[in-house]
């Protein structure tokens, strides 16, 4: 997992997870019939801490499937607004048990709306 300060696109999380699921989307249509599959839907609230939204790609592949989460949320420290963006690689036997730990991550991160 990462958690990267000072993403370019320092827009309200719910703006930018609509913006995300539908980049990722329009792959997953991209890549149906090759040798990787794309399942893109928004990450459930209880997963990340309430000011993060994420979205959830189940990637399927010959060599093994995995599951990539991102998560962006908005820092504004009384000074100009900064968005954060994580990121979570996993394979699905440890995702329920990974997401958790990931969210209390995000809850660390300071000054986070």
């Given amino acids: 997992a990462s958690v990267r300060r000072g993403h370019p696109s320092v827009t ?11 980049r990722w989307q329009e792959q997953a249509r991209k890549a149906r019939g090759g040798s ?7 990450l459930k609230a209880k997963g990340l801490p309430a000011a ?6 189940d990637i399927q592949e010959r060599k093994g499937n995995r599951i990539l989460v ?11 607004a900064v968005g954060w963006i994580a990121r979570l690689d996993t ?14 991550m995000l809850r660390q991160v300071r000054g986070v709306q």
């Avoid at 309200?12 to 539908?22: G, I, K, S, T, V």
């Avoid at 990787?36 to 928004?42: F, K, N, S, T, Y």
């Avoid at 991102?70 to 000074?79: H, K, L, S, V």
Wanted: aromatic letters at 12%; proline letters at 10%.
């Fill in 91 to 104: 394979v699905p036997d440890r995702f329920s048990r990974v997401l958790p730990v990931f969210g209390e």
């Fill in 36 to 42: 990787q599959q794309l399942q893109v839907a928004p």
């Fill in 52 to 57: 993060w939204r994420g979205i959830r790609i």
């Fill in 70 to 80: 991102y998560a962006y949320a908005q820092r504004q420290p009384g000074g100009p």
């Fill in 12 to 22: 309200a999380a719910a703006a930018w997870q609509q913006a995300e699921l539908a």
